[in-house]
């Protein structure tokens, strides 16, 4: 069985949601649950890292045997944050690293569909981590655009975000998660993806190739 969270929906409902759901597949005997999570979840962080560290932490404990995965920032994410030939965060100058969605569910796939091992959870990675600039450069050069990377203070991204309809304290909460994520800690790789699925993860390169019609906001005039 997977376990996995939506994007929209309260985070406290999924959290009860989650819970339930590993508790009816221990009392049905399931043979593994595969839950999706996030890098560097855990109970009392911000945002859906606080959730998943609690529900991960309750599988942990469930009795069944189990899988997390840990994945770094979604590559699918970008092409919603460049408009007009621009895209802002909080992050710094440092490597961040991004993992294409689609290493995700093949990594989930290969744990429901093999034999069942010993669980544990699994850190996946992109095979690389890019500063922002360097993301920004890679964006504009698959598009034949200039896209470039605006760095703001936490209050301005704050601010920024807000504007964009975010409300808070999830604006504040997202802008400070940028500027934590942004020091290095999620700049470290692992070879989990392809430990689990017998080939490397997908770089940006190739995520951008199959997904340049997907930056729509991108190819506007800056």
Do not use: C
């Amino acid at each position: 069985m997977i376990v996995i969270t939506g994007a929209t929906g309260s985070i406290g409902r999924a959290a009860d949601a989650h819970r339930a759901v590993i508790d009816l597949a221990a009392r049905a005997g399931v043979a593994q649950v595969v839950a999706v999570s996030v890098r560097g979840a855990t109970p009392g962080a911000k945002l859906g890292g606080g959730m998943h560290g609690e529900v991960d932490a309750h599988l942990r404990k469930s009795g069944v045997p189990w899988s997390i995965l840990q994945p770094t920032r979604f590559m699918q994410n970008l092409p919603r944050d460049v408009q007009d030939g621009r895209f802002y965060g909080s992050y710094g100058p440092k490597e961040v690293n991004y993992i294409d969605a689609r290493d995700i569910a093949e990594v989930a796939a290969a744990l429901l569909t093999g034999p069942v091992g010993p669980g544990g959870d699994h850190v996946l990675t992109g095979p690389e981590s890019l500063s922002h600039d360097r993301i920004a450069g890679e964006i504009g050069a698959a598009l034949g655009r200039t896209v470039r990377y605006v760095d703001l203070p936490v209050p301005e991204m704050t601010a920024h975000l807000e504007r964009q309809g975010v409300p808070q304290p999830h604006a504040g909460d997202l802008a400070a998660l940028m500027a934590e994520t942004g020091d290095g800690r999620w700049a470290t790789t692992t070879t989990a993806v392809e430990d689990l699925t017998g080939r490397p993860p997908r770089p940006l390169s190739a995520f951008l190739a199959d997904h340049k019609d997907a930056f729509p906001e991108a190819l506007k005039a800056i």
